[in-house]
């Protein structure tokens, strides 16, 4: 199975940074990488797929790069609605469709 | 407006067994792979399973592979989770999710319900 690793696993920021999170996965999956957002209570949001794709209604200080074994999820100035938890998600080699551990942006 | 509402969680006992249903509806339920994917309390997410649009396509994660059956009904617009033997580690809340791109790949969810809690413990 393909592993996939974020970091940090957490951080603090504050309102109107710039952000990144980090994703590495354990071998090449090319672009099959997606990213998702969860806030506390509700069920995960698709942000990006396709490694870069914006999903259709997400704002576009969310923006996603890379390709192989290396990706990153940038938010351009933090929104107070964007503190949750995020993950990345492959689906280059299934099963099993592997998530990473999540990293969850908090409040500074 | 696309819909997904799970049903069928509760507390059982382990090694018992629980079926869990999704109801879709909002959009052509047999164009499209859907998932299961469950989240511990406090943990992050596990895909659990996925099933193409004509049940020719079928994986599960290693966890649950050889106790979990997963299976749909597309004239039901309907997605089913069979779990047996049931453990501990098994309790989570159990996501029906439906495939961004198509029929017959997993890839991305792009639509998630609400979750149905299953809880094992005696």
């Known amino acids: 199975a393909i592993r996939m690793t974020q970091s940090p696993s957490s951080f603090s920021a504050s309102t109107g940074d710039r952000v990144t999170i980090t994703c590495r996965a354990s071998?090449?999956?090319?672009?099959?990488l997606a990213w998702y957002q969860q806030k506390p209570g509700k069920a995960p949001k698709l942000l990006i797929y396709?490694?870069?794709t914006l999903q259709s209604g997400v704002p576009s200080r969310f923006s996603g790069s890379g390709s192989g074994t290396d990706f990153t999820l940038t938010i351009s100035c933090l929104q107070s609605e964007d503190f949750a938890t995020y993950y990345c998600?492959?689906?280059?080699?299934?099963?099993?469709?592997?998530f990473g551990g999540g990293t969850k942006v908090e409040i500074k | 407006e696309v819909q997904l509402v799970e049903s069928g969680g509760g507390l059982v006992q382990p090694g018992r067994s629980l079926r869990l249903s999704c109801a879709a509806s909002?959009?052509?339920?047999?164009?499209?792979?859907m998932h299961w994917v469950r989240q511990a309390p406090g943990k992050g997410l596990e895909w659990v399973s996925g099933?193409?649009?004509?049940?020719?396509?079928?994986g599960y994660a290693d966890s649950v592979k050889g106790r979990f059956t997963i299976s749909r009904d597309n004239a039901k617009n309907s997605l089913y989770l069979q779990m047996n033997s049931l453990r501990a580690e098994d309790t989570a809340l159990y996501y029906c999710?439906?495939?961004?791109?198509?029929?017959?790949?997993?890839?991305?969810?792009?639509?998630w319900g609400q979750g149905t809690l299953v809880t094992v413990s005696s």
């Open positions: 999710a439906k495939d961004l791109e198509g029929a017959t790949t997993l890839s991305q969810i792009d639509y």
């Open positions: 909002g959009f052509t339920f047999d164009d499209y792979a």
């Open positions: 099933i193409s649009w004509n049940s020719g396509s079928i």
């Open positions: 071998q090449g999956i090319s672009s099959y």
């Open positions: 396709a490694a870069s």
């Open positions: 998600q492959q689906y280059y080699s299934y099963p099993p469709l592997t």
